[in-house]
C-alpha cells in the first residue's frame, strides 16, 4: 500500500489515505500511455473530410474541344485533375479513424497514467470538494490556496449515481445532493482556462496526462480503487 496525504481546501493536512499499489504504484511504461492516448484522440476524430473526384466535380460532361484538329492538346473534359477546378486524385475521403483497446488494456494505462501523477507530486486528494453556490472566484480562490493558480488542473468529481441497494428499493437512481454539488462546481470552473471538471466515472489516461495536476475528493478517490472509472 502507498500512503497519500488528505488536504482541506486550505490546504492543511487533514488525514492520509492507503492507496493500492496496483493502481497508484505501478512501473511507468511510455508505451502503454502512448497507445491509449492515440486510441483516445483517434477515436474523438470525426473523419469527415472530403474532397470530389473529377466524377464528383459539377459539370464537365462536353468535351472541351474536338478531339483532332485544333493544334491543343487532347482533353475528354474540363473536370480533369489536370485542370483548375477539376477533380482530386487520390484527396481524402470520409474514414472510421477509431480503433479498439480491450478493457483490461485501458485500465492498466488509465492505472499508470494515475501510478506517474502520484510519482511525480502531481496527484492531491482533498477531503471535500463543496461549494454553496456558483462562484468562479470561490474555485479559483481554492486553486490558489492549494498552489495550483497557474497550471492546467484536472478536478474529479465523485459520481453522482446511488448505491444499487438504494435503486432497488425504488430511489431515484441518482443522489440530487452529490448531483447539485456537482453542477455547482462545474458551472463555477467552466470560465477558468485550463480547469476542466470530470465525475470520476468519465476519468480517463488522456485526461490525466493532458493536465499538470489532478485534483481528486476522497470519495471519487474511492471510486477509482474500486473500478468505478472506464
Not at 476524430?45 to 466524377?55: D, N
Not at 474540363?78 to 488494456?105: A, H, M, V
Not at 486553486?143 to 428499493?169: E, F, Q
Amino acid at each position: 500500500m502507498i500512503e497519500a496525504e488528505i488536504r482541506d481546501i486550505d490546504n492543511n493536512i487533514v488525514d492520509r489515505v492507503q492507496l493500492p499499489q496496483e493502481i497508484f504504484g505501478l512501473e511507468i511504461r511510455q508505451d502503454i500511455l502512448q497507445s491509449a492516448v492515440v486510441n483516445y484522440l483517434a477515436n474523438q476524430r470525426q473523419g469527415t473530410h472530403a474532397t470530389k473526384t473529377r466524377g464528383l466535380v459539377r459539370g464537365g460532361g462536353r468535351k472541351p474541344w474536338k478531339q483532332k484538329h485544333t493544334g491543343r492538346a487532347r482533353h475528354g473534359s474540363n473536370r480533369s485533375p489536370l485542370w483548375k477546378g477539376g477533380g482530386t486524385i487520390f484527396g481524402p475521403q470520409p474514414r472510421d479513424y477509431s480503433f479498439k483497446l480491450n478493457k483490461q488494456f485501458k485500465r492498466l494505462a488509465l492505472n499508470t497514467a494515475l501510478s506517474a501523477k502520484l510519482s511525480e507530486g502531481k496527484l492531491l486528494v482533498i477531503d471535500t470538494l463543496h461549494v454553496e453556490k456558483v462562484s468562479t472566484r470561490g474555485i479559483v480562490g481554492i486553486l490558489n490556496k492549494l498552489g495550483l493558480g497557474d497550471h492546467k488542473v484536472l478536478i474529479v468529481l465523485p459520481s453522482d449515481k446511488r448505491p444499487d441497494a438504494a435503486t432497488a428499493v425504488g430511489m431515484t437512481s441518482r443522489d440530487d445532493s452529490v448531483l447539485d454539488n456537482n453542477r455547482r462546481v462545474v458551472l463555477s470552473a467552466r470560465n477558468i482556462d485550463g480547469v476542466r471538471v470530470i465525475n470520476v466515472t468519465d476519468i480517463n489516461t488522456y485526461g490525466i496526462l493532458a493536465h499538470d495536476y489532478v485534483v481528486m475528493t476522497k470519495d471519487s478517490l474511492s471510486g477509482v480503487a474500486k473500478g468505478g472509472a472506464n
